[in-house]
């Protein structure tokens, strides 16, 4: 079974920026990215990249959010600049590959204004 373990979660006043890391166990060779869960929201895709590169982004993050992924280490990154209050949230990594999908356990992130 593949484990996602992520980190970079934090504390953030509005305009800062913060970097997510998501560690596999494995190889993997289908898509990692990221959801968010606000509380009283349902979860929402933040962003997703391809094992060729490949990126998808939330209209709400486009422009602020970087995702990318290295091959070599298993791991996806998430780049969050220009935060602002409404991107509070837990942050889980995800893999998918078919129909199966695995989770993170979840990062906190909060901006304040």
């Known amino acids: 079974q593949l484990r996602l373990v992520e980190s970079g979660g934090g504390l953030v006043q509005a305009g800062g920026s913060l970097r997510l890391t998501c560690a596999a166990s494995?190889?993997?060779?289908?898509?990692l990215g990221w959801y968010r869960q606000a509380p009283g929201k349902q979860r929402e895709l933040v962003a997703t990249i391809s094992l060729a590169g490949n990126t998808d982004y939330a209209d709400a993050v486009n422009g602020r959010f970087t995702i990318s992924r290295d091959t070599r280490e298993n791991t996806v990154y998430l780049q969050m600049n220009s935060l602002n209050p409404e991107d509070t949230a837990v942050y889980y990594c995800?893999?998918?590959?078919?129909?199966?999908?695995?989770w993170g356990q979840g990062t906190q992130v909060t901006v304040s204004s």
């Open positions: 995800y893999a998918r590959l078919g129909i199966l999908t695995s």
């Open positions: 494995r190889t993997f060779r289908g898509a």
